[in-house]
Each structure stands twice: as C-alpha cells, then as structure tokens.
C-alpha cells in the first residue's frame, strides 16, 4: 500500500527469538461476529494523524542559549511527543485506535545565519507508553482529537528504548524557514491565521514496551506471548498537507484495565477555524492544546551588544521562541516572528507485522496481498513478538 511521498520509506522491524514463524493473528472485534485476520506478512495501515512535540522548540531554545554560555551542556533538555491515531483497516463494526507519548532530550542543535534552528539531534529518555483501544462506535477525529483514548482498552505498553536497547536518536531539519499556513490540505484551512516554517524529522526504530506489556487476547490471541510494538523511522512533516492537524492530544494513561471501557477521555469535540490560540480549553480537562504561537516552530536569535568599559563593545547571543516586546537598546531580533514552546507535525502510521505460537494456528481469514506492501509516511509502527519452546 502507497501513501502521498511526503516522507522517506517506511519498513516496519521485526525481531523474533526461538519458536516456529508465522503470522501475526488479530481479531479486529474481539469477542464480536468478525472472524480473526492472519496478517500474513502484512501489515496493520494506520490512517495519517498529528504528532505533538511538547516543548520541543523551547528545548531547541534552551539548549542553544546553554551551550552559548559557556560551550558545553549543563542539563538536560527535554520535550515529549504526543500522538494518536486510527485503525485504517478498522472491524466491519467499530474501530481501533492507539495513543501515545515517549520523552526524548535534545543532544544537538546547529542554526543557520538567519539565526533559526536548520538541525537538531535528540533521543529517547525511556520514557514512555502505548495505548490501543476498540471502541464499538466509531468516534474518532484528527481535527478536535478526540475518539482516541474511549471505548475497551485492548492494549497498554510502557518503557521506550531502540530493538536491542539504547536510546533511539532522530534528527529534525528546517527546509524553509519563510512562514506559510499550517494546515494546506485540500479540504480547506481550518486554521486561519496559524502559520507555520517547513521542515521534517526522522528518528531510528523504537520499541515501546520494554519495561511492560499487557493486551486484551480476544484481540490478540492467546497462543502469542512477549511482544513488543516497534515504532520505524519516526518522524513527522509541516506543514500539514494530507490531514487535518488535531487540536488536542492525550499526555496521560487511561484509567480503564485491559477489557474495561475507559470511561475518562481526556480530549473534547468541537473545532473552531482559527490558530490554537483560538481553540477552547479542552472540556474534559486533561487534554492538550499545542502551543505554538503565531509561527509554529518559530525561533529567533536574539542579539545585544553590550558595552564593557576598557574593552569596547561586544555582541551577546541568545535564542527565544519570540522576540522581547518592547525590544531593548542595543538589540537586534531574527528573523522576528514569534513561535511558541511546542510544535505540531503530521504523521502517517504503517506497520510489518508476524508472530510465533506456541500451538498450531487458529483458523483464520488472510488479508489481501496489497497489505504486504510497505506503506510510505512518517512513522512506522511494527509488532514483534517472542516466545519460549515448550
């Protein structure tokens, strides 16, 4: 299956330890009249979605004005990624969806002479975890966020590290640093007035799930032990040009066990055309609206000169998401437009998936050959599993 080439291929890893191969079975409806599916080779499509870097541009910031002060990193900078999104190929009733949310921290940030950030490295902390839900009445909604983290929660991972441990690393690149709008789908700009630089990330696979699994076998079934979900080739675009981006995101774990109905959404629907500035708090109090100011991504360099008597004039450096107002003597701020702490992307899931079992197959409906096709999007999202000989 082939999506808009907006991003670099994506391939979902695969890690399998002992046990006959086989493919991966999943009951799209659990206990429901659906028959389960054999994968065989395919993959589980995610439709597009939004990602959320929660702080990112203030720790670019931050980790700029530190190493500006005396050349080296004295602390960690921080930000946390945010994402959900659907099923594509959903249960003939209802739907899937997943949540998610890892911490990484900025190692490397160089800027160009315009003084906005061209290229920054990061890695995951360990920090993390997944959600996937099964809610038998389809809700979901990129553009309000909501429907993500509602009906029987099937699945919850913690614990974020790269397949055979380590931190996974990723890189963000700005490709235009001219502000245009954010949202430029062709079902029109439901963000009047939200602007936007241009750019894309990447980040090497992750694996959410190393310090803890537990999922729902009416969906997963019984005979697969000791898997593991695998993030491929993370990354995101902006600005937005095959959905719609979402104005809330969900930062915390439901409050539901797996097979029970998590009766706490954090996200509410409703959408009003304008910035984020303009979107209402989130009714159901726990969701977050993205920050970005006028300029998503927007960073400036700031630089004043200052005068020490006996040595003449010197200019000091310094990076903000937004320019002092009113703006000092002596101060010069580029390229002058206000940004704000965080930064919103577009994402596109896609996944390889296969198994092992510790008895013969159930008896189960092959997907079509088009889903062992590798998608192409931003973030890949893979199963593995393992299991012991008996």
């Not at 911490?103 to 940030?109: G, K």
Request: net charge negative.
């Amino acid at each position: 299956m082939r999506k808009n080439l907006l991003s670099t291929l994506v391939a979902a890893s695969l890690a399998i330890a002992g046990g006959a191969q086989a493919a991966l079975v999943f009951d799209y409806d659990g206990t429901g009249g659906q028959a389960a599916v054999n994968l065989s080779g395919g993959g589980l499509d995610w439709s597009g979605s939004s990602f959320l870097a929660l702080g990112g541009n203030q720790a670019i910031a931050s980790w700029l004005n530190d190493y500006l002060a005396d050349f080296d990193i004295d602390t960690p900078h921080e930000f946390v990624g945010l994402t959900h999104a659907k099923l594509a190929s959903n249960p003939t009733a209802g739907e899937i969806t997943m949540v998610a949310r890892f911490t990484e921290v900025i190692t490397e940030v160089t800027v160009s002479t315009l003084g906005t950030s061209t290229y920054a490295q990061f890695a995951t902390t360990g920090v993390g975890w997944l959600e996937m839900y099964y809610d038998s009445t389809p809700d979901s909604d990129v553009l309000s966020g909501s429907g993500f983290d509602n009906g029987i929660l099937i699945l919850r991972a913690s614990g974020v590290a790269q397949p055979g441990g380590g931190a996974s690393t990723g890189t963000f690149t700005l490709t235009n640093a001219s502000p245009g709008n954010l949202d430029t789908t062709n079902n029109g700009n439901d963000y009047p007035g939200q602007l936007s630089i241009s750019g894309y990330s990447a980040q090497s696979s992750m694996q959410i799930g190393t310090t803890g699994m537990a999922f729902d076998q009416n969906f997963f079934h019984a005979g697969q032990t000791g898997f593991s979900i695998t993030y491929s080739n993370t990354g995101m675009i902006i600005p937005f040009a095959t959905n719609d981006p979402s104005d809330c995101y969900t930062p915390n774990p439901g409050t539901a066990a797996i097979g029970g109905a998590n009766s706490a959404p954090q996200c509410a629907t409703g959408h009003i055309n304008g910035p984020f500035s303009a979107q209402p708090v989130p009714g159901l109090g726990q969701g977050l609206l993205p920050v970005t100011g006028e300029v998503n991504g927007g960073l400036n360099k700031i630089v004043t000169i200052v005068t020490v008597p006996g040595f003449g004039t010197f200019p000091v450096t310094t990076y903000a998401t937004s320019c002092p107002v009113p703006l000092p003597a002596n101060t010069t701020c580029t390229p002058g437009f206000n940004g704000g702490p965080d930064i919103v992307g577009q994402v596109d899931f896609n996944s390889s998936v296969s198994s092992q079992y510790q008895a013969p197959l159930p008896d189960v409906i092959p997907e079509p050959a088009t889903l062992a096709l590798l998608g192409v999007g931003l973030l890949g999202l893979g199963f593995s599993f393992t299991r012991r000989r008996t």
